[in-house]
């Protein structure tokens, strides 16, 4: 019993990537076999259940946790309500970052951040706040994200050279995105 409790945190944890029965048999300490009758007893519980709203896929060798199919029409209908305004710390560093240094990767951007910044660009491109802006020229071809016009209106900016120009010296550009980004914030919350 416990290990299908921790099993589902897992799944849950690791979101869209999924994970390995290699990888979930290294944590709990099961053999690979004893991992994949549990996987499946769950696969068939979770599928059984009309009360829950989610269910185990597997993809090859890789296992994850997605919402069900026949309440397509109820997540469709919440990703297209308008979300609350304000943005996470981790948004606005991003948009920060991609105000003043556009076009730019995400790779770029986690560098400058130091940590991943996968949902907050997400966030950015579902508010219009961003969006691609094409391919750079690198192994892989990363995408490239830019502000857009929505991005200037919301800060009442004419170009992105209207930007406050970031200081030199003592004043980081963390320090001075912070300030120029928690005034948009304050005016969103208006």
Do not use: H, W
């Not at 979930?24 to 979770?46: C, H, K, R």
């Not at 397509?72 to 991609?98: D, F, G, N, W």
């Not at 961003?130 to 994200?145: N, Q, S």
């Amino acid at each position: 019993m416990k290990n299908k409790s921790i099993i589902e945190s897992l799944l849950f944890a690791a979101g869209d990537e999924g994970l390995t029965v290699d990888q979930m048999a290294a944590v709990l300490d099961i053999p690979i076999d004893e991992l994949t009758g549990i996987l499946q007893s769950m696969m068939e519980a979770f599928e059984q259940d009309q009360a829950r709203g989610i269910m185990i896929t597997s993809f090859g060798n890789e296992y994850r946790m997605m919402t069900k199919k026949e309440n397509a029409a109820y997540i469709q209908e919440l990703a297209e309500k308008p979300s609350p305004k304000t943005l996470s710390q981790a948004a606005l560093e991003t948009l920060a970052i991609i105000a003043y240094n556009q076009p730019v990767t995400r790779i770029e951007v986690e560098d400058i951040r130091g940590v991943k910044t996968e949902r907050p660009i997400a966030t950015l491109c579902a508010r219009g706040l961003i969006e691609e802006a094409g391919r750079a020229d690198a192994p892989g071809r990363p995408i490239l994200y830019a502000t857009t016009t929505e991005f200037l209106d919301a800060f009442q900016l004419k170009s992105i050279a209207d930007l406050p120009p970031l200081e030199e010296g003592d004043v980081s550009m963390q320090q001075e995105a912070d300030l120029f980004f928690g005034r948009f914030e304050e005016a969103l919350d208006e």
